[in-house]
């Protein structure tokens, strides 16, 4: 398989995020705050589509908002007029959250999305004592039995999102941490990881998320990461094999 360089996983980046923003492509990279209805188009990201919905996405410039048609006044007055470090701001997100609330949902992150090229991954260690193997979409179902992970796998195998792949490591024939990509688009599959606690600092996290982006990107695919902005240890683990921040993101979500 060819490699994946950094040009090709931006354009991915964006050409996904227009299909699920329903904006253009322009509008990502432009220092403009832009707001867009909600439309499905071919290419977006599987996520549900909510009914009442607000996303509000900044490639490192201006920002897109994309919210249903019933939210575009609310949007359009409170939120268009701002900056992008306004947008993102504590107060900005709190009242944002007071909206949505009406609507019993509330804001989810800002959450920090990493990628990375075939040129960019970085060369990592396997553990002492730690063997590391790959599972395909054939049997990775059979590791649904293994319910320590649920931040690696989905265990659904209705999942509009299925697992694709995933790293397996094993201490001494025991699962000790999987990480999973997941099918979010045709042309990304997202990373979760899970080490078991006893296990963690030694490497191993480390070592299979580094494992499964060098299969996703053997696919053809590109990889992605999300983790909380808050969240500094995800974050320094996906920078130390070479990912970079393509894009931050906040969103409403449905309370349970």
Known sequence: MAAICRRSVIQTVKTVL?????????????????????????????????????????????????????????VRQHLEPLTRGQIFSAGTIAATEDYVQRDNQYIAGPDQKYVCSTDDLKAFKIPHGINISICDRSSVTNLYEHTNFSHALSFRTDCERPDMLASIAECEGKI??????????????????????????????????????????DEGITPYYSTEVSNLQSRQLAISLGYWPAWIQLYARDRT
């Open 176 to 217: 000790v941490g999987i990480a999973g990509a997941s099918a979010d688009c045709d042309f990304m599959w997202q990373i979760g990881v899970d080490v078991l606690p006893e296990y963690q600092g030694r490497g191993i996290g480390k070592a299979i998320v580094g494992t499964l982006t060098k299969a996703i990107l």
């Open 18 to 74: 227009s299909a699920d923003l329903a904006c253009s492509e322009s509008n990502l990279i432009t220092d403009a705050v832009s707001v867009h209805e909600a439309v499905i188009r071919e290419g977006r990201f599987r996520f549900p589509v909510r009914r009442q919905t607000l996303s509000i996405v900044t490639m490192g410039k201006g920002a897109v908002i994309s919210c249903n048609p019933e939210r575009m006044e609310w």
